[in-house]
């Protein structure tokens, strides 16, 4: 069975300093990663995906991602916060080799709270 | 363009209205889904539309009946619904058969309490 873990349900981080959410997988075959935000009463909004190749993937508002296949984890991370990044990230994985639907398992979400 | 549009935001009903939830996309996607989110959770799949067939129902009650009229619009029937089922309702779009390309586009949702 696929599962996705965010082992911290929040991570708080001043302005200005590194930002990292965490995800780690358990999955049968090779992984598509993908991180979304959701802002308050918001729709999930798509920040990056990894499906093969680099395995440093550089997605939207200055966030990027590194894919671990060792250690099957795909951290999230922001040189530098700012405030606006307060937000809920999902964390969420598909495996096409035994998913014909697109379905996407997510993790179970970090609150990122970033103060000034 | 990577948009998705629900309407209404917002829907307040009894539990013996007959109400819809509309989605539009005009990105070419022909994979389009619905899903149920609680407050601080992560959404939970409920139907999967690929070429306007309806592909993946997660054992949904029949109280939801989707439609997919055609490729661009997807809809949502509720009818007799429960408290418990006031929720946030997502719909998301993808390509679909081209796996590097299948990424989910979410609309804003409809925020729907059910009294």
């Known amino acids: 069975a696929q599962s996705v873990a965010q082992p911290e349900d929040q991570v708080n981080v001043a302005e200005g300093n590194p930002l990292t959410v965490k995800c780690t997988y358990s999955?049968?075959?090779?992984?598509?990663l993908f991180w979304y935000v959701q802002y308050p009463n918001r729709g999930l909004q798509f920040l990056l995906k990894y499906i093969t190749g680099d395995n440093l993937v550089k997605g939207s508002y200055g966030f990027e991602a590194e894919f671990n296949k060792s250690q099957t984890s795909f951290h999230l991370k922001k040189p530098s916060a700012l405030v606006s990044d307060s937000a809920l990230y999902f964390c969420?994985?598909?495996?096409?080799?035994?998913?014909?639907?697109?379905?996407?398992?997510f993790g179970a979400g970090t609150q990122v709270v970033v103060t000034p | 363009d990577t948009e998705v549009t629900q309407t209404p935001k917002h829907l307040v009903m009894g539990m013996t209205n007959k109400k819809s939830l509309k989605c539009e996309q005009h990105m070419g996607h022909r994979a389009m889904y619905w899903y149920k989110q609680k407050a601080k959770k992560p959404p939970e799949l409920m139907f999967v539309y690929s070429y306007e067939k309806l592909s993946i129902n997660e054992s949904v009650p029949s109280r939801f009946s989707p439609e997919c009229p055609n490729s661009s619009l997807l809809n949502l029937h509720l009818h007799a619904l429960q408290p418990e089922d006031s929720a946030l309702y997502l719909c998301?779009?993808?390509?679909?058969?081209?796996?590097?390309?299948?990424?989910?586009?979410f609309g804003p949702g409809t925020r729907l309490l059910v009294l």
């Open positions: 969420a994985v598909r495996v096409p080799a035994t998913d014909s639907w697109g379905k996407l398992q």
């Open positions: 998301a779009s993808s390509h679909f058969g081209q796996a590097t390309k299948e990424t989910q586009y």
């Open positions: 999955v049968s075959g090779n992984p598509y």
